[in-house]
């Protein structure tokens, strides 16, 4: 077996690491510097020779730099950490003031739903070790420290502004006519296909990373789910749910609560979830339709406690 093409940049980056004396591993910095790779030409296996040198001498400086002034922060919101999340919140309110005003808060919190997306499905530095042994793969969208981390951020939330600014401005010029949308109809064959699919979904619940698990299992024994299939779910896993557990919850703030952690990474952690699990079997992917909401931060109809 011939040698890893990302191991051609193995030099530059233990060069890279030699030069500020970087707390982190050769490795960790040659998995980012091979995912900017993989990003820049969009391939799995690029080769080398074919993107620029002088990038190639430049991103894993760079992505050193970044890592010393950030890795730690990542790998602190990564897990959840209440107070880089707060921080990180002001930062984005500071940056969308100018430009939007009161609703800057509105726009930092879209922001860090995105940024929450972003670094559960990519690689923490605390793991890039590990994953560069795997073979280095991740999300197209994927931060790889190659800016700083401060202006990736402050990037998503500006473009978020920049977004609705275009939208209004269509909606100036005039409406559109749009076809209307159908909801598909389920057939009794898929319906029963979903519900035979329940025992293997709960078990591929049980391997997702934990703060991912607790949110679904978490979700799924909120209060509002019809009781036939809390009691369905109790009899298949009394492992995962257990009945004093059942029908306590009902919204992303009282499962935040629960788990130690805020709504917005409740909800990103639950969109992850189900966007893994969803692209391993179409028939999880109806079952998680039909039991997890796609937003649940609103309270239940009758629900004011």
Known sequence: MGERWFEALRPACKEACL??????????VLF???????????????????????ELEDVPIRIVGNLEDDGSRVDLLVEGDAEEWTALRRVLIASAGPRVGRAAG?????????IAIVLLTGTPPSRAAEALARGPHGPSNEYVFSSPFPYWAKTIVINLIKDDKKKEKRELEGPKIHAPKHTPQLDPSKLREACDALPGLLDAIRELPPVQRSVLISTLSRRGLDGLVLDRLHELAPDMFGETELGTVSTDADMAERLGTTSRLVAANRSVARRK?????????LLLDVLLPHRSTRPLEGDHG
């Open 19 to 28: 030069a500020v004396e970087s707390c982190y591993a050769t490795d960790v």
């Open 32 to 54: 980012y510097v091979a995912r900017w790779c993989q990003k820049t030409s969009d391939s799995p296996a690029p080769s080398t020779e074919t993107l620029a040198q002088d």
């Open 106 to 114: 509105d726009y930092a919190d879209e922001g860090l739903s995105n």
């Open 277 to 285: 699990l969803a692209k391993r079997d179409r028939a999880w992917a």
